[in-house]
Structures are given as structure tokens and as C-alpha cells.
């Protein structure tokens, strides 16, 4: 009978917990500094909260790689945060950017405890599920509690129920017709996503050391800027509410709080997000022109992360993660 030493991790486990590892200590020295920086005493809390989250994953996380007697991944250091730096993002920005960290850390996490067979494995992901669900019950608590919740639009009650008769309701040329409710979700969390990771990059490339990466960053504004005008259009011809900018809430600074190394992991790490939210947006959407619209924006993205890598590559950033075995370079050792 199998016990639980006796198992492996699978292929599917092991890249759970590596991204997980890599994803946490970044998210360390991010929260360590806006402790450092930030003022509200209600904000700092959740900084505090999400911060000692994000060092009992790692705790954790180092435990099961040591149990398996597997390498730890380097991830992120102190050597990748100045915690010395002035304040480079304002307190609502603060609290946006964990408010969506628990919204990513809940889908993340679904998918952890998902592809988990191992007992402890499963277990730990479950109880990560928990605590981003909390995280982001307190985040929303504040933002409403502030006055800072931006709630998605309201959409008028039908009298009954009603199937569709006409084959245009399908079309996205022409005649339209008006949005569904999964499409206005999706184009109002797309805009969201794109207008934080506008000013998340704003931030990052006023104070990047190389200039490489600081124009990375300058073009990753302008592509999430142009996806938040997109999507934002698609609402307004509807006359739907368009979320606000959060561009003022990025400070004049130009001194660096993170490495480029974190700052181009952080952004490449998003991007991959925004590539999962896209093709989901993608495949439940009904009209043939959002469809048409997240195909061309969606290979928009990929062709900025595919640069981001090679930015990564170059620079001697980008952590190998667990691979299979090169069985044609074990039979050229051998020789």
C-alpha cells in the first residue's frame, strides 16, 4: 500500500509549488515595502495580513521542497527590494493592487487544489483557497468602506424569460445587439486588470535602471491603455459605466524600490494572467466581433510576453523551472 512519503510529486504538483514559490517571495518584497510606504492605518492592516500570508506560503512551501530533497528555487530576495525607497505608488493604488492579488490568488489557487492528488499537497493549496477568499473580503471591505469600490454595471430586469430567435444575435458586424451579461463582466474585469497593470508599469519604468526595461515598460503602458480604450468603447456604445483610471495614483518618483529582475518578472507574470482572462473572455463570448477583438489583442500580448522572455533570457533573470528529462542529452554523456 502506498503511503504518503512513498508517493512523488506530480508533474502537475510540482509546477503548482514552484510557481507558488516564485510568485510568493516576489510578493514579499513587494509587500514589504508598501509597509514601509504606506500611511492608512485600515490599508496597512491588509498589508500586514497579505504580507504574513505571503511568508508562511513560502515557510511552507520551502518545507515540501526540503521533504522531497528537491533544489529551492532562488525566486526573490531581499537583495531585490529597497525598502529605503520613497513612496512610488499612492494608498488606494495599495489597496487595488491586494484587492486583485486576492482575486488572482482565488483563481490560482482553484487551480492548485484542482490538479492536487497528494494529501498534503491538497491540502495546503485548500487552505491557501481559504485565505486569498478572506484576503479578498477584507480588501473589498475597505474599498467600500473608503468609498473606492468601482461596482461592475447594472443591467435592466427582463420581464421573463426569453431564447434567442434570430441568428444575429450572434453577429458583431452591422446591426448589433446589445451586450450580455458574461460580456459586460468580462470587458468590465478586462478593463480593471488593464488600467492597474497601466499603472503597476507607469511605476516600474520611471524608476527601472536599464533602459531596456524601462521601455519595455513604457510600451506595456501603452498596450494596456489601448485594451482599456478598446474594451472601455465596447461599454460606452451601450452606455454602460467605464471603470476610472488609476494613473494619478503613481508618484513622481524615480528611485527604485524593486530590482528590474523582480520588475520584469512582476510584468511578465501579468501578462501571462491577462493572456488566461483573455481567452476565457474569448471562448464565452457570443458576438463575432469581441470574439474577432480578444483574437487580435490576445496575439498582441502574447508577441509583448514572447519580448518580455527574451528581456529575461538576456539579462540572466529567468529561473529554469522543473523539466523533463533530456533523454538524447543523457545518451550523449554517456559517449
Not at 90 to 107: C, M, R, T
Not at 219 to 248: C, M, Q, T, Y
Request: charged share 25%; glycine share 6%; aromatic share 10%.
Amino acid at each position: 500500500m502506498e503511503t504518503e512519503k512513498s508517493v512523488k510529486l506530480t508533474a502537475a504538483e510540482l509546477s503548482q509549488i514552484w510557481s507558488g514559490y516564485q510568485n510568493d517571495t516576489m510578493l514579499k518584497c513587494v509587500l514589504q515595502y508598501f509597509r514601509e510606504t504606506v500611511e492608512d492605518p485600515d490599508i496597512q492592516l491588509i498589508v500586514e495580513h497579505a504580507l504574513n500570508l505571503s511568508m508562511s506560503h513560502i515557510e511552507k512551501l520551502t518545507a515540501i521542497f526540503d521533504k522531497e530533497a528537491h533544489p529551492l528555487p532562488v525566486g526573490f530576495t531581499d537583495s531585490d527590494v529597497d525598502l529605503n525607497a520613497p513612496r512610488l505608488y499612492s494608498d488606494p493604488f495599495i489597496l487595488y493592487y491586494l484587492h486583485q492579488a486576492g482575486k488572482l490568488g482565488i483563481n490560482a489557487m482553484s487551480v492548485a487544489v484542482a490538479l492536487s492528488t497528494r494529501s498534503d499537497i491538497y491540502a495546503y493549496f485548500s487552505e491557501c483557497l481559504s485565505e486569498y477568499v478572506h484576503l479578498h473580503k477584507k480588501t473589498t471591505d475597505v474599498l467600500l468602506s473608503k468609498g473606492l469600490y468601482i461596482r461592475s454595471p447594472h443591467l435592466p430586469t427582463p420581464k421573463g424569460a426569453n431564447f434567442v430567435k434570430q441568428k444575429n444575435f450572434l453577429s458583431g458586424f452591422g446591426e448589433k445587439r446589445p451586450l450580455v451579461s458574461l460580456e459586460v463582466t468580462n470587458l468590465f474585469d478586462n478593463i480593471q486588470r488593464n488600467a492597474l497593470g497601466a499603472s503597476t508599469v507607469m511605476g516600474f519604468a520611471q524608476v527601472a535602471r536599464s533602459k531596456k526595461v524601462a521601455q519595455y515598460m513604457v510600451d506595456g503602458k501603452e498596450i494596456a491603455e489601448k485594451h482599456v480604450e478598446i474594451f472601455g468603447s465596447e461599454l460606452r456604445k451601450d452606455d454602460l459605466n467605464v471603470p476610472i483610471s488609476w494613473a494619478i495614483e503613481v508618484t513622481d518618483s524615480t528611485v527604485p524600490p524593486f530590482s528590474d529582475k523582480l520588475m520584469m518578472f512582476h510584468t511578465t507574470a501579468l501578462i501571462s494572467i491577462g493572456m488566461g482572462y483573455y481567452g476565457t473572455s474569448m471562448a464565452t463570448a457570443f458576438r463575432s466581433d469581441l470574439i474577432a477583438d480578444y483574437a487580435r489583442l490576445l496575439a498582441e500580448i502574447a508577441k509583448y510576453s514572447g519580448e518580455g522572455a527574451k528581456l529575461l533570457i538576456e539579462n540572466g533573470w529567468l529561473e529554469e523551472p522543473p523539466q523533463a528529462a533530456d533523454r538524447d542529452e543523457l545518451v550523449k554523456q554517456k559517449k
